[in-house]
């Protein structure tokens, strides 16, 4: 914190200023480099070492994390999705009640699989055993993930949809990204997010073809074989808009 460029910490941005508003005192840990200021909308933001670079810097600053954590006195510490359960054990040694937020089933992504001997996803599916064995309650965002749960370790968990805010000021469309994409208000579909294989994004290629709709694609992905024949497959009703901020983004929300 701050950030509002992911889902993850989207959902930190949001959820954790509400609670201090609350009363709750509120701690974010932080790597490197984020934290511009000790405080955040009311969260104290506080820094731990983060060492290892990419690959292993989510679990490095997590241990780091927790450690610091286990020497205040929290009710609750919070492990968001998988990989940091990792050091689910570590948390659960103090006090605090260890509460964990899943999203999805990250070991089964094609970037965890696809590494070498598919180390990623062997690690991370370890983080989610402890995760079940360790925590003391599990949120997930969506029913699949509470049956998954349920029927592989016998876990309760908390569904937790995603939630939005809503924002009722009135708004002027960007009429240039309109113009641009060449689509009309009301008369498209709009998908967010990052291109991945995972997100499914080929079963709304597929749909636009059956259904005739505008398509806009906002979002950009690797430039490898699954992406290449994404947009091969996509015909004239498709369009790939690549990355988009601000105004331009707002407006594709608004007028789909």
Not at 33 to 41: E, F, I, S
Not at 70 to 89: E, G, N, S, W
């Amino acid at each position: 914190m701050p950030s509002s460029y992911s889902g993850i910490e989207r959902i930190w941005e949001e959820l954790l200023p509400r609670l201090a508003a609350l009363g709750h005192d509120v701690t974010a840990y932080c790597r490197p480099g984020v934290a511009t200021t000790d405080t955040h909308k009311g969260v104290r933001l506080v820094t731990t070492s983060a060492p290892g670079g990419a690959s292993a810097e989510t679990l490095s600053h997590t241990r780091s994390a927790v450690k610091h954590a286990l020497t205040r006195d929290f009710d609750v510490i919070a492990l968001h999705a998988l990989p940091p359960q990792m050091f689910a054990p570590l948390a659960a040694r103090g006090s605090a009640a260890v509460v964990s937020h899943v999203h999805g089933l990250d070991w089964q992504r094609a970037k965890w699989q696809q590494t070498p001997l598919g180390l990623g996803a062997k690690v991370i599916k370890l983080a989610e055993r402890r995760m079940a064995k360790s925590s003391h309650a599990v949120a997930v965002c969506a029913p699949y993930l509470a049956d998954y749960y349920r029927q592989t370790y016998g876990l309760a968990t908390t569904v937790l949809p995603n939630g939005i805010v809503p924002d009722d000021r009135p708004f002027d469309p960007c009429c240039d990204v309109l113009r641009e994409l060449a689509i009309e208000p009301g008369q498209f579909v709009v998908s967010i997010g990052r291109l991945v294989q995972e997100k499914r994004t080929q079963d709304l290629v597929s749909a636009q073809k059956r259904l005739g709709f505008k398509l806009v694609i906002v979002g950009e992905g690797p430039d490898n074989d699954w992406m290449k024949q994404l947009k091969a497959s996509a015909g004239d009703g498709v369009v790939f808009a690549g990355h988009r901020t601000g105004h331009a983004l707002e407006t594709l929300f608004r007028t789909a």
